[in-house]
């Protein structure tokens, strides 16, 4: 049987269609809408926002450092400069495969282990997107060449001029210079956010000396420009630009003849010179033997010359003038005979007899006369000439520590001197208290007879002494040892006023004899000069020698032996120099450092064609406060 036909319900399927096409026309229209209400927001309501990240992709911000300003000595010789150095860097963001370039770079030019690790640690360390890490510097110009030859093959690669601090004259200035060396993540950290933006772009800061003392004078201030760059981050043009402002250039007071004078008389030899003007407190030179070389710790010292500096057994990298602490040994005399001249305990006829030690009454220990045979009836002037300790022994138990502390610190002992540079060490003035609370044990008559004459507890530096031999120059006048040129800095102490102000006079002169007179412990630096000066010299103690026992410089090992000081100053009518010198182990004060204290003062003093021509004291601004930041 054959089924019926079933015609097409048109009307339904029409239906169905229209449905099908309002439903999609309704989903266009939708997707639509959409489109252009995100076209709305993205165009109108984010347009500065997007126009912002837009200008970030194509205009980058740099920070340009600023030259860091020179260092001039008075006479405006460059003693630190900027000097180009060509270095290559990589902009991380740049490079596709950093190993692979280091690999590339290496087989162009030379590069250590060191540059390595340096490179990797500052690539660890903060800094801002697109800023250069420097991998090498001091490029030759066969390097320069074969990088720039190949830069094509290295993304992110350039070779950068860089203004690097030099130090033209290396080791005679090391330690009261100082060097710069290049930012850490540990600088940054420690720096406020204003600091952090101060140093942006900027790679050195200031370590130790001047350089140190005087960072923010000598940095200078940020620049920035806003740059277009292309999708390879290479500049197309400069948008906008704010120049930095270079570091003040600073002049110091130091004098390139007196500095170079003290280096080369100290020679091979450890130990100090420090000269002063004690017309107002300008550092003359400030020479610390031996020296090391500033320019190796600029772009960071290799681990190689670290560790022979570090084990070097004359310790080069140590500041003696500003930090080595030693026994004054008799250069503490003359002050010593002040105290007791002003407190009455003595005066200047008064004289004792001396057997070549001294005794306290009641008990049995000699405490020695350097002179083991004695000086016979001494004085205060021949007790200062000769340098008799025997008088010293007696004048410093019946002043007491108490008056001899109080004095002495007068003249800056014990206590920093307030110089221009930091880390200065105080030394050591000893008191009961000091002892009481250091040592834990009470003060003994011995202790003040061994400090009468600077020996024992007792501990200063050559900058001390200089000070302490300016202020004595200038009867009193209190002056604080300055390193830079456009100011005077304040005195930390009133003027040194005495009860008979010839005092200072009579103890004058009877320095002079130390050098002039034909008993005098210094006089080898008296031949053929054109100026009178005056002079204490020195020895300190190594190691103690026992009661029994005799000091035999010619048995001891070089390192035991005395060390050799003088005080001095000149001309004595108007004192424009005063000179410590410490000489390790150079056994005597009067011809081990006195004639370095000559060639010192002759520096000073007289024109090249050796004629008395003293300069006068630099004009400066009054006191007004100490400048440290």
């Not at 407190?343 to 070549?356: L, S």
């Not at 412990?521 to 026992?549: C, H, I, L, N």
């Not at 001891?556 to 000149?570: G, T």
């Amino acid at each position: 049987m054959r089924r019926p036909l079933t015609l097409k319900d048109h009307h339904h399927e029409q239906r169905i269609f229209s449905f099908r096409l309002l439903v999609g026309a309704l989903l266009v229209v939708t997707l639509s809408l959409v489109l252009v209400g995100r076209m709305v927001w993205l165009q109108v309501s984010q347009h500065s926002r997007y126009t912002t990240l837009s200008d970030e992709n194509r205009v980058q911000t740099q920070a340009v450092p600023p030259p860091r300003g020179l260092i001039t000595d008075r006479n405006g010789e460059i003693l630190a400069a900027n000097r180009p150095d060509f270095a290559v860097e990589l902009i991380i963001e740049q490079v596709p495969d950093l190993e692979a370039t280091l690999t590339r770079i290496g087989q162009l030019v030379t590069l250590e282990p060191d540059d390595l690790e340096r490179f990797r640690k500052r690539l660890t360390s903060p800094r801002r997107p697109w800023d250069p890490i420097p991998l090498r510097g001091r490029l030759g110009e066969e390097e320069i060449a074969r990088l720039t030859v190949n830069q094509h093959r290295l993304p992110g690669v350039r070779v950068a001029a860089n203004p690097v601090r030099h130090y033209p004259h290396g080791k005679l200035f090391s330690h009261v210079l100082g060097y710069v060396n290049r930012l850490s993540a540990e600088d940054l950290d420690a720096m406020t956010l204003t600091e952090q933006a101060d140093y942006a772009g900027t790679h050195y800061y200031g370590r130790t000396g001047v350089e140190r003392y005087y960072e923010h004078r000598l940095h200078g201030q940020v620049g920035y420009r806003q740059v277009e760059t292309n999708a390879r981050g290479r500049i197309l043009r400069v948008l906008e630009e704010q120049p930095p402002v270079p570091g003040e250039n600073l002049r110091l007071t130091l004098d390139m003849k007196v500095q170079q004078a003290a280096y080369d008389a100290l020679g091979d030899r450890r130990g100090a010179v420090v000269a002063i003007d004690p017309r107002d407190g300008s550092v003359l030179a400030f020479v610390s033997r031996p020296g090391f070389e500033p320019n190796l710790f600029v772009n960071g010292i290799s681990h190689q010359d670290y560790a022979r500096y570090r084990e070097d057994h004359d310790n080069p990298l140590f500041n003696r003038a500003l930090q080595g602490r030693y026994p004054p040994g008799s250069t503490v005399k003359p002050f010593i005979g002040l105290a007791g001249l002003d407190a009455g305990v003595t005066d200047w006829e008064r004289t004792i007899f001396d057997p070549g030690y001294y005794q306290l009454e009641g008990n049995p220990h000699r405490y020695r006369d350097w002179k083991r045979w004695g000086h016979g009836w001494v004085d205060m002037n021949k007790a200062v000439v000769q340098s008799c300790d025997t008088y010293f022994y007696d004048l410093g138990f019946k002043l007491g520590i108490a008056r001899m502390h109080d004095f002495l610190s007068d003249f800056s002992l014990g206590q920093p001197t307030g110089i221009d540079l930091y880390n200065e060490s105080a030394g050591l003035l000893p008191s009961k208290d000091w002892k009481r609370a250091a040592r834990g044990t009470p003060w003994f008559h011995g202790d003040t007879i061994n400090a009468s004459i600077g020996q024992g507890f007792m501990l200063a530096t050559p900058l001390q002494l200089a000070t302490a031999t300016a202020i004595l120059a200038h009867h009193g006048k209190q002056v604080t040892p300055t390193l830079a040129a456009d100011e005077l800095r304040p005195p930390p102490r009133p003027d040194i006023e005495l009860n008979n102000d010839d005092d200072w006079l009579r103890m004058e002169h009877t320095m002079e004899e130390v050098v002039h007179g034909s008993r005098g412990t210094a006089r080898v630096m008296a031949e053929d000069a054109p100026y009178k000066m005056g002079a204490k010299t020195g020895t300190s103690q190594v190691f103690s020698v026992g009661q029994e026992e005799t000091y035999n410089e010619e048995e001891l090992a070089e390192r035991l032996l005395d060390h050799a000081l003088i005080i001095s100053f000149a001309p004595v009518e108007h004192p424009a120099i005063a000179v410590a010198v410490l000489v390790e182990n150079g056994r005597h004060g009067g011809s081990t450092a006195g004639p370095v204290a000559r060639q010192v003062m002759d520096a000073w003093l007289l024109d090249d064609n050796g004629e008395l021509d003293v300069p006068p004291p630099l004009p400066r601004a009054p006191a007004s406060g100490d400048s440290t930041p």
